[in-house]
């Protein structure tokens, strides 16, 4: 027989999502017209799985704010939030079905590869508020870091230059350079060797 858990001390504090409010220090970085009209830009454009042109998901994403380097490849089925707080680096891809969640600004560095269907989250709720009140944290991805298939990165997340996050990996705290993380949460596993120089043709 498995023993039942007691209940918590204080069982009459329930959450209560009716109170929730976006805190005042949100910002959403545009108004509401911009928001709403970017909402079907999106779904047009970028979520669209019969949309292969990086070239027209780029136009639109930096006539709403991006700043988009040369050489970037945005495949189907991308869900970009807020194209505003977006930032992206020279010869960057972005595979099938990721969501990026820009509730805050997301800096992604050149050649950086983010696989199919990872997902980037700015936003967290406190599992201690019944309020569920939001918070939001910026994430930064450093130049020839690599974001393997399903692979969750979490706000106020730093992957360092050359890093990798396995598959379907939760990343939680930043990673270092050319180290390779795996698991929930992901931990570091090895160091990330390169072989030859590129430059020299090896």
């Keep these: 027989m498995t023993d039942r ?6 069982p ?9 409010r976006n805190p005042p220090s949100l910002n959403k970085g545009a108004s509401l017209t911009k928001r709403v009209v970017w909402h ?10 019969l949309n292969p042109s990086s070239r027209l998901k780029i136009l639109a994403l930096k006539a709403f704010g991006a700043r988009i380097g040369r050489g970037c490849l945005l495949k189907p089925r991308i869900n970009i939030k807020a ?10 891809w972005i595979g099938e079905g990721a ?12 050649h950086v590869c983010i696989s199919q269907d990872v997902y980037l989250c700015c936003g967290n709720h406190d599992w201690k508020d019944p309020r ?12 020839g870091a690599w974001l393997a298939a399903r692979s969750t990165i979490m706000g106020g997340v730093t992957i360092g230059t050359h890093a990798v996050v396995a598959a379907g990996s ?25 072989r030859g120089n590129i430059s020299s043709g090896q």
């Design 5 to 10: 858990k007691e209940v918590p001390s204080n």
């Design 12 to 20: 009459r504090v329930t959450v209560d999502l009716s109170q929730y």
């Design 99 to 110: 969501w990026i969640d820009s509730l805050a600004a997301v800096r992604i560095g050149s």
């Design 132 to 143: 569920f009140g939001k918070s939001v944290a910026p994430i930064t991805i450093e130049n």
């Design 40 to 49: 079907f830009v999106n779904a047009a454009l970028l979520q669209n799985p």
């Design 83 to 92: 194209p505003w707080h977006i930032t992206l680096g020279d010869h960057t």
């Design 170 to 194: 939760i990343l939680t705290q930043s990673a270092n350079p050319y180290t390779i993380y795996a698991g929930n949460p992901a931990r570091s596993v090895k160091e990330r060797i390169l």
